[in-house]
C-alpha cells in the first residue's frame, strides 16, 4: 500500500495539527507544556535538594570523624610521652637501688666504695643505652664535627687543623639526635 498525499505522516500530523488549533488550544498546549516543563524543574529541584541534604550529613559525619581521629592522635601522643617518661624511669631504678644500698653502708672501706660505684656506673651506663643514650667522645685528632661538638678553644697543637684535641665533657646522643653535644678544645690553624 502506498501513501496518499491525504495521509498524515507522524511528522506530517504533527504539524497539520499545529496549524489546525484553535488560539485557545495553542494557549492551552502551551501551558500544558509549561506545566510540565516546571513540573520536571520541580522534581529536578526536589532531587537536587535531596542530594544536598544527604551531602550535608555526610560531610557532618566526615568532620565529626576528622575530629575524633584528631582527638585520639593527640590522646595516643600524650600516652606515648607519659610511659616513654615511665620507661625511662622504670630503667633507672635499679641505679637508684644501688646508690641507696652502698650509702647504707655504715662501715665501708675505699675498695667497697670504688667498686660499689663502678657497678653503679655500668647500671647507669646499661639503663642509658637500653633508653638509646649514647654518649659522645671523639678521639684526640679526629675531625671537629659542629653538629656533635662544641668548641670551648682553639689551641696550638701538633695535628691537623680543626682536629679534636681534647674532650673535656662527654656528648651524649638519643636515637640518633643530640642531647647534648661534647665539650672539646680544638687544633688552631698554623
Known amino acids: 500500500m502506498s501513501q496518499t498525499p491525504t495521509d498524515p505522516?507522524?511528522?506530517?500530523?504533527?504539524?497539520?495539527?499545529?496549524?489546525?488549533?484553535?488560539?485557545?488550544?495553542?494557549?492551552?498546549?502551551?501551558?500544558?507544556?509549561?506545566?510540565?516543563?516546571?513540573?520536571?524543574?520541580?522534581?529536578?529541584n526536589a532531587t537536587l535538594k535531596a542530594q544536598n541534604v544527604d551531602l550535608a550529613d555526610q560531610y557532618l559525619r566526615a568532620k565529626a570523624e576528622a575530629e575524633n581521629a584528631r582527638r585520639r592522635a593527640e590522646e595516643e601522643i600524650a600516652k606515648?610521652?607519659?610511659?616513654?617518661?615511665?620507661?625511662?624511669?622504670?630503667?633507672?631504678?635499679?641505679?637508684?637501688?644501688?646508690?641507696?644500698?652502698?650509702?647504707?653502708?655504715?662501715?665501708?672501706?675505699?675498695?667497697?666504695l670504688r667498686e660499689g660505684s663502678e657497678a653503679t656506673l655500668k647500671q647507669l651506663q646499661s639503663a642509658l643505652a637500653r633508653q638509646k643514650v649514647v654518649a659522645?667522645?671523639?678521639?684526640?685528632?679526629?675531625?671537629?664535627?659542629?653538629?656533635?661538638?662544641?668548641?670551648?678553644?682553639?689551641?696550638?697543637?701538633?695535628?691537623?687543623?680543626?682536629?679534636v684535641v681534647a674532650v673535656l665533657q662527654k656528648g651524649y646522643l638519643i636515637a640518633e639526635r643530640v642531647l647534648r653535644p661534647a665539650l672539646v678544645t680544638v687544633a688552631a690553624p698554623k
Open 9 to 44: 505522516t507522524p511528522e506530517h500530523a504533527s504539524k497539520a495539527t499545529h496549524e489546525a488549533l484553535s488560539p485557545e488550544e495553542a494557549l492551552a498546549a502551551a501551558t500544558a507544556a509549561e506545566a510540565d516543563a516546571l513540573n520536571a524543574l520541580s522534581h529536578e
Open 136 to 163: 659522645i667522645a671523639p678521639a684526640a685528632g679526629e675531625k671537629f664535627d659542629p653538629h656533635q661538638h662544641q668548641a670551648i678553644s682553639m689551641v696550638p697543637a701538633d695535628q691537623e687543623p680543626n682536629t
Open 80 to 112: 606515648s610521652r607519659k610511659f616513654a617518661v615511665e620507661s625511662f624511669a622504670e630503667s633507672l631504678l635499679p641505679v637508684l637501688d644501688s646508690f641507696e644500698a652502698g650509702l647504707a653502708i655504715q662501715e665501708a672501706s675505699v675498695q667497697q
